[in-house]
Structures are given as C-alpha cells and as structure tokens.
C-alpha cells in the first residue's frame, strides 16, 4: 500500500517539477539573446534626501520584456542571469547604460547600480566599472554600487578587494536589503559601506509599530551613523511611513511615496521642477 502511495506521488509530482524545469529552459533560452535583440531597459527610481526631499540619486533597475514571455520580473530572471553568469555581459550593459544616462542629470546626482555576486567574482569587473565611467565621461563619486550579504558568503576576500578598489577610485558601495540575509556585524566592520539601505520589510513593520522592526530600524541607524555610514530607507510608500522613518533618522528615503522606477525621460523631468513633492501630487 504504502509503496502504492509512493508510486502514486511520483507520478503526480514529476510532470510539475518536469514542467518548472522546461519553464525555466525556456526562460534561459530567451535570455541568452536578449542582450542582442535589444530587449533591456532600465528604470531609474529617485533617491531623496529626508530632510529637504530634493534628489540625491536613481537607482537603475532592469527591465526585460521578451518577446516569448513578455514582462518578466527582476525578481525571477536576475537569479537566473546569476546562475548562467549571463548576469556578467548583462551587468556590464546596465553599468554602461546608467553611467550614460546620469551624464544629463545635475552633476550633485548619483546614480546607484545593483551587482551580483557573480559579477564581483568576474576578474574583469573592475575592468569594466572603469570602462563604463570613461566611455561615458562620469565622475566614479557619482556612482554607488549596490550589494547585498550575500557577496561575502562566497569568495567574500575577492569581492571584498574588488569593491575596495572602487572605493579607492571614489566610487560608492551601499549594503542593499539589509537585514534580510546573513546580516552579521562582522561585514560592516570588514567594510566601509557609504550606504545601508533598511529592507522595506522593516520599513514598513516600524511604520505599523511593530516593536521588532522599530528596534532594528534605531539601532542601524545608530549603528550607521556610528561608523559614518549613510542610511536609506526602502519601500516608503505612505506618508506614515514617511514620518516615522524620519523620526527614526534615516538619511535617504526610497519608495513609491516619493517615486516608482520610471524611464528615463520621467527621470530627467523632475529636474525641470523645483518643488518634487508638488510635482508628484499634480
Ligand atoms: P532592490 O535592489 O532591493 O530594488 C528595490 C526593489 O523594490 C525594486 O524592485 C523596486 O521597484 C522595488 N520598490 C521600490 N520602492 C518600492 C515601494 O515603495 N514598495 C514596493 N512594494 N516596492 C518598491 P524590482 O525593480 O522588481 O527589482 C527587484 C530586485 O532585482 C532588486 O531589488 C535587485 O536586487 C534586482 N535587480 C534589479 N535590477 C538589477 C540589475 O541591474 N542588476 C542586478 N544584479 N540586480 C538587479
Ligand atoms: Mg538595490
Ligand atoms: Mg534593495
Ligand atoms: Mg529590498
């Protein structure tokens, strides 16, 4: 009986698992040539200052939208770029493309690229940062590369010399989601981050006054601004949110309160108006 079971249970899974691994063949598959159909874009997502709301900086975000699968989410083709390493061509595209757009920004405007891993363990990654700064012109303080704990799991000497070198060329390195990995005090005493970006999670529990997310929330900050590193809060998207992350001293404040990834048009508009916030309400 129970090996009927059994065999039963394997017949009922193997098609799905079978059919989430041809999806993913799939997907794979059309990766591979989105680069040379032109099927990237980037969006780019303000950054501001909490105090005086101006701009401070974009993060890039990528777009896919393939022809076999339409829309398809960061979320489900960025790990699979990593997988493949197709993560480093297409990372070198995203740095080129964001350092060209921030040359029409105001030069106090940084723009903030997100870097896997794999793209860090990649010999030429330096290589290529330097590349995409001098063929577009851009001063390296302008840019802030984005991280996340995950770097140090792996090879974190080698990401860590990598990055090192990119700030000694004055480029900006923010800790990105913090707080959702391996967090460990160990990485921020190993590394002078400009940047900790609060995970939207704790965001919006301090907001709700849960007492976990509010304890956390303070205490990075504190910690951040202990060790001279600059904090921005992700995932505001209410006023609440708003004033509570600014009670609890955030530096930057991210989210769609202020601003959705928009295109890059969108992006360079919000220079042509001086008051931001009115600009979102009209
Ligand atoms: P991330 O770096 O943490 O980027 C922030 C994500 O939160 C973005 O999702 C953004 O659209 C979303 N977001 C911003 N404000 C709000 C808000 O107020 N509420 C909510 N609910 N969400 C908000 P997106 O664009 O889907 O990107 C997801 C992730 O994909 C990014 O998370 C990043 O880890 C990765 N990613 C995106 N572009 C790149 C890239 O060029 N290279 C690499 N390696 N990873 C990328
Ligand atoms: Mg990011
Ligand atoms: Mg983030
Ligand atoms: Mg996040």
């Known amino acids: 009986r129970a090996k009927d079971e059994g065999g039963g249970r394997h017949c009922l899974y193997e098609p799905s698992l079978h059919a989430h691994a041809e999806e993913r063949r799939k997907l794979e598959f059309s990766l591979r040539h989105a680069l040379e159909r032109n099927e990237f874009s980037l969006m780019f997502q303000p950054v501001v200052d909490a105090t005086t709301e101006e701009v401070q900086s974009f993060e890039a975000l990528l777009r896919w939208n393939s022809v076999e699968h339409g829309f398809v989410s960061p ?27 921030a040359m029409n920004w105001p030069e106090h405007v940084k723009i903030a690229v997100n870097v896997s891993g794999e793209q860090l363990l990649d010999p030429y990654f330096a290589e290529t940062v330097v590349g995409a700064l001098t063929s577009s012109g ?42 959702t990995g391996y967090s460990s005090l160990g990485y921020l005493r190993k590394m002078r981050f400009s940047t900790i ?17 509010l304890a956390i929330v303070r205490a990075v900050v504190a910690m951040a601004d202990a060790l001279e590193m600059s904090t921005t809060a992700e995932g505001v998207e209410t006023e609440d949110e708003l004033a509570c992350i600014r009670r609890l001293g955030c530096k930057k404040i991210q989210g769609y309160f202020f601003g959705r990834p928009m295109n890059s048009i969108d992006a360079l508009a919000l220079f042509g108006k001086t008051a931001f916030r009115e600009r979102q309400s009209a």
């Open 138 to 179: 851009l001063s390296p303080h302008r840019l802030e590369i984005e991280v996340t704990e995950s770097i140090f799991v792996r090879d974190g000497t080698t990401a860590q010399l990598t990055l090192e070198n990119l700030m000694g060329i004055g480029c900006g390195v923010a800790l990105d989601d913090f707080g």
């Open 75 to 101: 979320v489900k083709f960025i790990p699979l770029a990593e997988d493949t390493r197709l993560i480093v061509p297409i990372g070198e595209w995203v740095l080129r493309m964001a350092c060209l757009e």
């Open 197 to 213: 970006k609060v995970d939207r999670s704790f965001v919006q529990g301090a907001a709700k006054d849960n007492p976990e997310s």
